[in-house]
């Protein structure tokens, strides 16, 4: 267990402490505004979801083994292209829209690196759920958050006070040098597992498993699960994109119509990974008919302060806009729980 959780914890640290970093050296090139970063937040959030298709699809369509090589090598790719700092010659040259050119800047300099560290916690969730069945992997994913949290919080009020872009851009290497190890030794694990698996299955006695068959006939059929509905589904999907949505419009309307502050767009971020660390703690956080009470007031507030925006302080704005992320996302996330397979 310790292995996988110092895996996903640096994962998901590293993968939410470059987003700032690369932000301090790209924000100045294209004016600093809140545009660029929602540009970035959009590439971010796109990539994030790549790595977990890539996690999901490997995990169907590839045997264990051919997926742990697979990911070592994608691992060995991303180490290669250190330094993730990007050259000068992206600088732009005259007006426009610099959309694009951000894009392909971010793609070119860390876009490997961030998606193979993108996938690894549906990647190494899946990876413990083989090698521990039965037990559960979710605590596993508040964890994950709980890492990126902390990149969040301790990046501005740390990292950036106490060294230059440069120092923290080496400090980065070197974890991305950690989390490759820790990685490689889950795949190791995982290889093992399956090695060890295949040899039991051919050195069980074919008598034994028929006498267990006859012992067993007379025995009740186990239940077995259902499998999930196209409802269900459909609500996987949709929930966790309208928390998304709801991330990106908020810290769009706090940067460019109520104030242009240095790291603001910090706050609605860690709102929105605390939801997910609360709600994929335990389902005793998320209580669906107080928080169905708190969203209706929610979204009265959020009505309120979009029609009486430039009449209200900034701090009530801000508690406002921030408040009814909180609990829109905790309404999405928690429900996201209660769906959750078996």
Not at 159 to 175: C, D, M, N, P
């Amino acid at each position: 267990m310790a292995a996988y959780a110092l895996t996903i914890f640096t994962g998901a640290f590293l993968l939410f402490q470059v987003q700032p970093l690369i932000g301090k050296y790209i924000l100045p090139w294209f004016g600093g505004g809140p545009g660029v970063w929602t540009t970035c937040m959009l590439f971010f959030q796109v990539l994030l979801l790549g790595g977990y298709a890539y996690a999901h699809f490997t995990s169907r369509w590839l045997k264990p083994r051919k997926q742990a090589v697979v990911h070592l090598v994608l691992l060995a790719a991303a180490l290669a292209l250190l330094p993730i700092t990007p050259n000068d010659a992206w600088k732009p040259h005259g007006a426009g829209n610099p959309t694009l050119q951000i894009l392909t800047l971010l793609a070119v300099s860390l876009g490997l690196p961030y998606f193979v560290l993108s996938s690894t916690g549906p990647l190494i969730q899946q990876w413990f759920s083989r090698a521990k069945p039965g037990v559960s992997p979710y605590r596993l994913y508040a964890l994950s958050n709980l890492g990126s949290l902390l990149a969040l919080v301790s990046y501005p009020f740390f990292f950036e006070t106490h060294f230059t872009r440069k120092i923290q851009a080496g400090l980065w290497a070197w974890g991305l040098v950690a989390y490759v190890v820790c990685c490689g030794f889950c795949a190791v694990r995982l290889w093992k597992s399956e090695v060890l698996r295949l040899k039991s299955k051919v050195q069980s006695p074919t008598s034994k498993v028929q006498g267990q068959e006859s012992e067993s006939s007379n025995a009740p059929a186990p239940t077995i699960n259902s499998q999930p509905s196209t409802i269900n589904r459909v609500q996987w999907l949709l929930l966790p994109a309208c928390a998304s949505v709801l991330l990106l419009a908020t810290t769009n309307k706090l940067c460019q119509d109520v104030a242009v502050i240095p790291f603001l767009w910090v706050l609605p971020l860690a709102l929105y990974l605390v939801t997910f660390i609360i709600c994929f703690d335990s389902p005793r956080w998320y209580v669906r008919f107080p928080f169905t009470l708190a969203l209706i007031a929610a979204l009265g507030g959020l009505c309120w302060a979009l029609s009486n925006g430039s009449d209200l302080a900034l701090s009530k704005q801000v508690a406002l806009y921030c408040g009814g992320l909180f609990i829109c996302c905790m309404v999405c996330h928690g429900e996201l729980y209660r769906l959750k397979p078996d």
